[in-house]
């Protein structure tokens, strides 16, 4: 694995959970690794498979979908959705040989600052330790 | 809603994006070099001016950018500052204002995401970069779009007849709104009703909550239903479809009169079921009436307890009373009311913390250790004792202890003060003392008397001899000789020694908790609780009764623990709220629905179950179309759609790949 390799990852919050559980952090000035990139939605069930795929073909060595707990999506039930389809696109991206642990799924609440922290430090520990997942980017690293 | 002649998918080439960082004081420029980082937005292919400043949402900050949008001719706005939950508004009301479409905009969170969470300052930078770079690209493919504007149901619903409660429906009805007034408990009061005295002027609870009972009762604005709940919450701001649920009384409430008769001619001579309102400290009959000044006046069938709902076969004398109005009715249904309300304030309150949850206090293992809501009961005079503090076998406590913090600063249970117990506290032991002249002793960890008049009332009670031991009470256990009394062990940690104590009562200040049901209350009105389980507010200091849901507000207990002027300031501050937006007439709404492209659409109807708000139909013509006022823009039948024919304002496709790709980029 390249040295100093740093991944980068491509986060979509749900506007009431996530988003809000990382600004929670942020005002409870909770620390974490600095490789993730938030785009905000208003639902975990506006995540289109597409957009996660599109993440990947771009260089993102990881992606995470931060939503709702279930039973607290603010539209109801996006978050089940979003779950439907994440279990789809997990098979799916197996097939296409894309470790386990680049691709995950979490339900953070607007509570739950502390809980962000944890998630994406595991994430990015594991992500760190696969190494870059484009080639390309592994040689601009090197 | 879309602008008219708005395009959609085409990125304008000739855009002129002006980018703005926020330095936030030292909150993000402490972490971040906000100099590199606009230097380095200058060179952003579409970026005309980049500017950093030191606070953006300052007057000056947001002339700089309409100064800007004039003079360089901008037509997209970038500004890197904090959350947008914060200043988006602000600043879209700044582009506004200068005469730009207020969705040529989009916002970089740097505070909460990036410099407040990271210390490694050149990866804080780096993200920085990736975030505004991701941003300046989004901003090209923004179209302009107007909010919608719909109107607002002037009647509104107060969840909770608290004193909270109470204060929130009388000032709205006191402006002329028509307010209902859903409680579930057989009467408005909540547990101000049961406090004897209130620190710390020691006027007493019944004298100034009581005429603001009756005040409710009596008000034409205002539309009580006690032994209610609400059962479902449909539509938004400004327009909620409500149905509330108003279970049986098994009393006809217009015509009762609350004379009481029934209840002394009751087959049961004397009450045999656990009374909710003196905690069982007194027993009442199945035919009741929570206290004496309960509003509604209006007696109650518990129909677990009443012979008549369990065999049938009840003389119901209770009914012969009442012949002259005849208000009984065993046949009485629950009933479903539909309201539309603009607004709702939830004002649910409290629970007391279980002290069977602590097992070593001795609490309903002991008889003589009590709660603190037990003993605002026995020393109030309409209570079970008349107002006598007697121990279980009548006889008068020479000796009491009073327990600070149980179930609260403990990381076993709740981590949070409760706020009140201390207050509390020293008013109990004021009256115990005074009426008893027992030696009282209270064990505390902190005196926490910050409040109006508090800490002089502390040193009233000081003065008056009320002992005070700094240490947590850790054990509680009978003495040895059967005299019945308790040993209460502590360390007192001013003097550096373990004491024990033997006291023949022992009260035990029970914090604060949310609702059991807290939970699905929430769920019910769509709204969040914070970690500690209370109900979440939209903003900790300015937006203290708001919540995420708009036209939803909360005040009270049901925030977190207050006392009670707090809870009146917060349900003023509450129906202030619900009365501006009221007012106002009409409610902006985010424009970030979803549309249906008609030509693209192959009419495949996976979109429509999706959809939980039912806003998606289709049309005679194997198209789907989707009802802009019904949708509230989560983006799931966007993300279904195979065809791509569904789009989301404000989250178009093509502006979330463009800020993935910006994110992506090494550019």
Not at chain 2, 423 to 448: C, P
Request: aromatic share 8%; hydrophobic share 40%.
């Amino acid at each position: 694995m390249p040295e100093g390799f740093e991944p980068k990852i491509v986060a979509f919050f749900c506007n009431w959970c996530t988003y809000l559980a990382a600004d929670l952090a942020g005002t409870s000035r909770i620390k974490y690794a600095p490789n993730t990139r938030v785009v905000r939605v208003m639902c975990s069930g506006r995540v289109d498979p597409q957009f996660i795929l599109d993440a990947f073909a771009k260089g993102a060595d990881g992606v995470l979908i931060g939503g709702c707990h279930p039973g607290d999506c603010h539209y109801q039930e996006g978050n089940y959705k979003a779950l439907r389809r994440f279990v789809l696109l997990k098979r799916l991206a197996k097939q296409m040989g894309l470790e386990d642990e680049r691709l995950r799924l979490e339900w953070i609440s607007a509570a739950e600052g502390e809980r962000v922290k944890t998630v994406i430090n595991d994430m990015v520990e594991k992500v760190r330790a696969l190494g870059p997942r484009v080639p390309a980017r592994r040689k601009e690293v090197a | 809603m879309r602008a008219s002649g708005a395009s959609h998918g085409v990125a304008e080439e000739s855009v002129r994006i002006g980018v703005y960082i926020c330095h936030c004081g030292t909150n993000i420029a402490g972490t971040i070099d906000v100099y590199a980082l606009t230097q380095y937005c200058g060179t952003l292919p579409g970026v005309a001016v980049a500017r950093e400043y030191k606070y953006m949402c300052s007057d000056p900050g947001q002339e700089l950018i309409r100064q800007d949008i004039r003079d360089h001719k901008l037509d997209r706005i970038v500004v890197a500052a904090c959350s947008p939950h914060l200043h988006d508004k602000t600043f879209r009301n700044a582009v506004a204002l200068a005469d730009l479409n207020p969705y040529y905009f989009h916002m970089v969170n740097l505070r909460e995401h990036d410099s407040w969470v990271h210390v490694d300052k050149l990866a804080a930078l780096e993200k920085a970069m990736d975030l505004v770079r991701a941003a300046v690209r989004r901003v090209r493919w923004h179209v302009p779009l107007e909010r919608r504007q719909v109107p607002i149901h002037s009647e509104v619903l107060v969840v909770g007849g608290g004193i909270a409660g109470i204060d929130a429906a009388l000032t709205m009805a006191n402006a002329g709104k028509h307010v209902y007034l859903v409680e579930r408990e057989p009467t408005i009061g909540g547990h101000m009703a049961q406090f004897d005295k209130t620190f710390p002027t020691l006027d007493c609870a019944a004298c100034i909550l009581t005429p603001k009972m009756t005040a409710v009762k009596g008000h034409k604005n205002i539309t009580l239903w006690t032994y209610s709940d609400v059962q479902q919450v449909e539509g938004y701001v400004g327009n909620y479809e409500v149905k509330v649920r108003r279970r049986p009384r098994y009393v006809i409430e217009d015509l009762c009169v609350g004379c009481m008769e029934c209840i002394q001619a009751c087959v049961f001579k004397q009450g045999k079921t656990f009374d909710e309102f003196n905690l069982g400290l007194s027993k009442r009959k199945p035919i009741y009436i929570p206290f004496p000044q309960a509003v509604p006046p209006v007696v109650v069938i518990d129909r677990e307890a009443c012979i008549e709902f369990k065999s049938g076969k009840c003389k119901k004398t209770c009914v012969e009373v009442c012949a002259e109005r005849n208000a009984i009715d065993f046949q009485q249904q629950e009933e479903i009311r539909d309201i539309r309300v603009g607004a709702i304030i939830l004002a649910t309150g409290f629970e007391v913390f279980d002290a069977t949850r602590i097992p070593y206090y001795g609490y309903g293992l002991y008889p003589n250790v009590y709660t603190s809501l037990e003993i605002e009961r026995l020393v109030n005079a309409s209570g079970p004792t008349g107002g006598e503090v007697v121990l279980r076998d009548g006889r008068k406590p020479e000796t009491v202890g009073i327990a600070h913090c149980i179930g609260s600063r403990d990381s076993h249970t709740n981590k949070y003060c409760s706020r009140v117990c201390c207050m509390y506290s020293l008013k109990l032991a004021h009256l115990i003392k005074e009426k008893t002249g027992a030696e009282v002793y209270n064990f505390y960890i902190d005196m926490r008397a910050a409040g109006k008049a508090f800490e002089e009332f502390y040193n009233h009670v000081a003065e008056e001899g009320i002992n005070f031991i700094r240490g947590k009470l850790a054990d509680v256990y009978p003495e040895g000789n059967g005299g019945g009394r308790l040993i209460l062990k502590a360390e007192d940690t001013l003097l550096g020694m373990i004491r024990k104590i033997p006291v023949d009562m022992l009260v035990l200040s029970a914090g604060l908790e949310p609702q059991a049901d807290a939970n699905e209350v929430r769920r019910l009105f769509n709204i969040g609780c914070s970690a500690d389980g209370f109900f979440l507010e939209r903003h900790p200091k300015l937006a203290p009764v708001n919540t995420f849901a708009d036209g939803i507000y909360i005040a009270g207990c049901c925030q977190g623990p207050k006392d009670i002027p707090d809870t009146v300031a917060q349900s003023g501050a509450a129906a202030a709220q619900a009365l501006a937006l009221i007012d106002a007439g009409v409610v902006e709404l985010e424009p970030n629905t979803a549309y249906v492209v008609a030509e693209a659409c192959s009419g495949c109807k996976t979109c429509i179950p999706l959809c939980p708000y039912s806003a998606i139909s289709y049309l005679d013509e194997k198209k789907a179309q989707i009802n802009e006022v019904l949708c509230k823009g989560c983006g799931t039948c966007v993300a279904a759609c195979p065809s791509g024919s569904i789009r989301q304002n404000l989250f178009e496709d093509q502006e979330i790949y463009a800020e993935i790709e910006g994110i992506l980029t090494y550019a």
